[in-house]
């Protein structure tokens, strides 16, 4: 009888023992479901009320120049470059992020808006004045940053002659030694530099249109894009051919062309006239 009874108050004080023990998991599992949910709920408290103060951040309110462009976008170029220049599938690229520059070459050239869909974007005359092209560009620019033609004038302190060999090694490869232009693949090509400004030649090298590559300031500095712009607006355009006809400006090959013909023109009546005269 006492073994029994010994048993039984042994057993009564395991299951005593392990209640207890059962009792405090349970409730440390529960009080941390309920931290767990605690936090989430503040965490997604916090999201609300701080969430539109960084949209807000994020989006600051135009400047009077680039309110006057949106307008001008809103009214111009929206059907092709969607709300807030976002782009449209097929009808136009996402304007976010191409910086000013970029809008000065397309636009200040005539080449936006696009008459219609086509390998390369023409030159054409322009659409808006110089005032809404900056408006326009001040607008794209502060919807995404991106590279910006600066003020001021652009060839100040610029070396002619220096202008020469960087535009040889970087420039006539595609636009020609004479400035004039050339074919390039898939319908595309190298235009002339005549009819460029300044400051369009100097947003061509930031922004890389068509299939010109940029030339950052770090591949071209600023110092030497003055240069390149000195020359071609200097020397190019200026000059008035003191060797004689330019045939057009096109490079060696045109010249060979013109200097066989002559000649063996000029062969052929030579021995002509000398077998006339034996």
Same mark, same amino acid.
């Given at each position: 009888m006492t073994s029994d009874n010994d048993r039984r108050r042994g057993l009564l004080a395991r299951l005593r023992g392990e209640r207890p023990a059962a009792r405090s998991r349970g409730r440390r599992r529960l009080g941390a479901a309920v931290r767990l949910i605690a936090a989430l709920m503040l965490a997604g408290g916090a999201y609300t009320v701080f969430?539109?103060?960084?949209?807000?951040? %994020?989006?600051?309110?135009?400047?009077?120049?680039?309110a006057e462009g949106k307008a001008l976008f809103d009214v111009s170029c929206v059907t092709c470059h969607g709300r807030n220049a976002q782009g449209i599938e097929g009808r136009g690229p996402s304007l976010v992020g191409v910086g000013a520059a970029s809008v000065e070459f397309q636009v200040g050239s005539g080449r936006m808006p696009m008459a219609r869909q086509e390998a390369q974007a023409m030159r054409k005359p322009a659409v808006f004045t110089d005032e809404e092209t900056r408006q326009l560009a001040q607008y794209v620019q502060q919807l995404g940053g991106g590279p910006e033609v600066p003020g001021?004038?652009?060839? %100040?302190?610029a070396n002619v002659s220096t202008g020469g060999e960087l535009f040889r090694i970087n420039c006539s490869q595609c636009h020609a030694f004479g400035g004039g232009g050339g074919a390039l693949s898939s319908g595309k090509y190298a235009p002339s530099l005549s009819p460029a400004t300044d400051r369009q030649i100097y947003a061509a090298m930031l922004s890389g249109p068509q299939n010109m590559p940029v030339f950052g300031d770090n591949q071209i500095t600023p110092q030497q894009k003055a240069d390149i712009i000195t020359y071609i607006q200097e020397?190019?355009?200026a000059d008035q051919d003191p060797g004689g006809f330019n045939?057009?400006?096109?490079g060696p090959s045109t010249e060979g062309l013109a200097i066989f013909l002559v000649g063996i023109v000029a062969l052929v009546f030579a021995s002509l006239w000398i077998a006339g005269k034996s």
């Open positions: 969430a539109p103060g960084v949209q807000a951040q %994020e989006n600051p309110p135009l400047t009077g120049a680039a001021g004038d652009l060839r %100040e302190g020397a190019l355009k045939l057009g400006r096109y």
